[in-house]
């Protein structure tokens, strides 16, 4: 009997500058933002904002932001990735899988990772987008990825994509466990999550029988509203927030990193940070559980920029719970992902 063909597994993250030179920045953003499903504009209007305005304006203010983020390991994004492969692998029988990782934008890249599972001739490949609730821009645009490379393939595998994973217990037990952590170290008056933003735009195109109106509608999550951004950052927020106990009144969900002049998902994170201050709260813990690695967005806008902010206006504690990183029930978390598309 010949020996049973492995499952190949890809877990993919977003990506990241390959250094922290404004060339590289520029390079990677140029990559990211062409993405016709992060900027989702026609290609010419998309190609003349990117390439005249974005890139050569933004870069070597982002170059600037890397540099405080840079550790002697690199970017966190990406050697985060590498310790969750490198924890993930001894976990799962090694006659059965291979894992590798990519990044959606530079290196390493999908194709590479394709290739390298396709030369080990799998017989299945399991697609983990590293990013927990659905967008167009982020697990969308992985998906499609993985498609167009598919579609150069003499033998096609099965190909079995994880679209989200907001509602995964060991998802939520993982964050339950970071946060009652920093809970235990702190005395907080009110609890923040703050999801990487979206233009609204993206959620009106992707709405089921126009359900979405980008207000309440997102206070349930159900068969309406499953792929909708929104809902699944509303849904994960009442999930983790009941694990831990928060109170409803304590408990803001908001979003960060607004790029451009449309408007994007509200509320901001920006007004949240007034809004609380204005009412006297002093000492917040702030989850970011859009990302399961530590990153710019966390590190540096919520970590750094948000903080500085709210204590300029009088706050005295604004406490970023860690990201999941490499975290053990994080680890599991993965694991059980993968064996149950298997
Ligand atoms: C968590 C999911 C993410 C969504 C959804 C997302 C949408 C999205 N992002 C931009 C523009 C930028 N994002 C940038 C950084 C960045 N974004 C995510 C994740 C999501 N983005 C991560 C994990 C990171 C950090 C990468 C790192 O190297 O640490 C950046 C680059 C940094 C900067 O210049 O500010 C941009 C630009 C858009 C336009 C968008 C949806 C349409
Ligand atoms: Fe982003
Ligand atoms: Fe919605």
Request: glycine content about 6%; some cysteine.
């Amino acid at each position: 009997m010949p020996k049973a063909q492995k499952i190949g597994v890809l877990l993919v993250n977003l990506g990241t500058p390959d250094s922290t030179a404004t060339g590289d920045v520029r390079k990677y953003l140029r990559e990211f933002l062409m993405d016709g499903r992060v900027i989702d504009f026609p290609f010419i209007p998309r190609w003349m904002l990117v390439n005249l305005i974005i890139a050569p304006f933004r870069a070597p203010k982002s170059a600037k932001e890397y540099r405080k983020l840079w550790t002697d390991r690199g970017s966190p994004l990406l050697f985060h990735t590498e310790d969750l492969r490198d924890k993930l692998i001894p976990k799962l029988d090694p006659d059965k899988y291979l894992v590798k990782i990519a990044m959606r934008y530079q290196s390493p890249s999908i194709e590479q990772g394709l290739n390298e599972l396709m030369a080990e001739k799998v017989r299945k490949i399991i697609v983990l987008p590293l990013f927990p609730q659905y967008a167009s821009a982020t697990n969308g645009s992985v998906i499609d990825r993985v498609m167009e490379i598919a579609r150069g393939w003499q033998i096609i595998p099965e190909i079995s994509f994880i679209s989200n994973f907001v509602e995964h217990p060991l998802f939520l037990q993982a964050w339950e466990e970071l946060g009652r952590e920093m809970m235990e170290k702190g005395d907080y008056e009110h609890f923040v999550f703050s999801y990487h933003g979206l233009p609204e735009r993206q959620i009106r195109k992707g709405s089921v029988d126009n359900y979405c109106k980008l207000g309440s509608c997102c206070n349930k999550y159900g068969a309406k509203n499953q792929f909708c951004y929104r809902a699944q950052c509303f849904q994960t927020t009442r999930l983790v927030a009941a694990k831990l106990g928060l109170p409803e009144e304590k408990v803001t969900t908001c979003f960060q990193s607004r790029l451009g002049n449309d408007p994007w998902v509200k509320p901001y994170t920006e007004d949240v940070i007034k809004e609380l201050a204005g009412k006297g709260i002093k000492k917040v813990l702030v989850f970011s559980p859009a990302f399961v690695a530590d990153c710019l967005e966390t590190t540096v806008e919520v970590g750094e920029e948000y903080k500085e902010e709210f204590e300029e206006l009088g706050g005295e504690h604004w406490d970023l719970v860690p990201s999941l990183n490499s975290n053990d029930t994080w680890i599991e978390c993965v694991k059980d992902l993968i064996e149950s598309r298997s």
